[in-house]
């Protein structure tokens, strides 16, 4: 079996700066860069997105909605926080193109599930 091609450094480049500005344009998120390699953002210093070196979206997941999206095989569970609700989505691979619609769905959703109820409420639903 072939191993699927992956993005170039300048294609997750300027994956990763879109998802940056999804993340950054929501009510007092802010990004980290932990483990001195490890980008992720934040919302009053509790993590909503792992985007990876942009060939990632790892986010908390509504639990009603896990079993919908562990059956697309383009999510896994994510390594270490699955029992939390976090799921991952590869956006890595070259020739697929990424539906822009669902990653904000998704990385509102985990805002939303992770940010202060009033923060949260000053988000559009996706």
């Known amino acids: 079996m072939a191993t699927a091609k992956r993005r170039t450094a300048g ?9 940056r500005a999804i993340a950054l344009d929501l009510p007092e998120a802010t ?11 934040r919302v009053r210093n509790k993590i909503f997105l792992f985007p990876g ?15 919908a999206l562990l059956a697309d095989p383009r999510f896994s569970p994510a390594p270490y926080l ?11 691979v070259a020739g ?10 998704l990385i509102h959703t985990s805002y939303c599930l ?9 988000v559009a639903p996706g």
Request: without cysteine; glycine residues 6%; aromatic residues 6%.
């Open 11 to 19: 294609q997750l480049a300027k994956q990763l700066d879109r998802m």
């Open 114 to 122: 992770i940010a202060p109820k009033r923060l949260a409420a000053q």
């Open 53 to 67: 070196s942009g060939d990632q979206v790892m986010v908390k997941a509504e639990r009603e909605e896990l079993p």
């Open 82 to 92: 699955a029992r939390g609700g976090w799921v991952v989505l590869d956006i890595g």
């Open 96 to 105: 697929q193109d990424v539906d822009w619609d669902e990653v904000t769905e």
């Open 31 to 41: 990004e980290e860069l932990t483990w001195e390699t490890s980008i992720n953002f």
